[in-house]
């Protein structure tokens, strides 16, 4: 069973830096469109950033400038980098990608079993 496994989360003082990775489980066919979520509690979960295939990114406004993403298509691994961070920017993060499993599947979208950021003040 395909499974998208994060790691990077913890603690971290305003101002402080994480990394946070995603990897596919196995092999995969193809995967176009990796992101990130994150959820904070009593908030509904929001888009922090995406990257195509080609490279091409999107980010919320809330996180320009400070986070990055990046992919490794030889990996099957999606990054987030994230600087200057701020309280807000503390939730459960959660990676998706759209991925076709082997060449006779439909690309389907799944999702990590996230990770916890929490930035104190």
């Known amino acids: 069973q395909v499974q998208l496994v994060e790691s990077g989360g913890g603690l971290v003082q305003t101002g402080g830096s994480l990394r946070l990775s995603c990897a596919a489980s196995?092999?995969?066919?193809?995967?176009?469109?990796m992101g990130w979520y994150r959820q904070a509690p009593g908030k509904q979960r929001e888009l922090v950033a995406r990257i195509a295939s080609g490279g091409s990114t999107n980010y919320n406004d809330s996180v320009k400038g400070r986070f990055t993403i990046s992919r490794d298509n030889a990996k099957n691994t999606v990054y987030l980098q994230m600087n200057s961070l701020k309280p807000e920017d503390t939730a459960v993060y959660y990676c998706?990608?759209?991925?076709?499993?082997?060449?006779?599947?439909?690309?389907?979208?799944?999702w990590g079993q996230g990770t916890q950021v929490t930035v104190s003040s």
């Open positions: 998706t990608a759209e991925m076709r499993v082997n060449w006779f599947s439909t690309p389907d979208n799944y």
């Open positions: 196995e092999n995969i066919f193809s995967i176009n469109t």
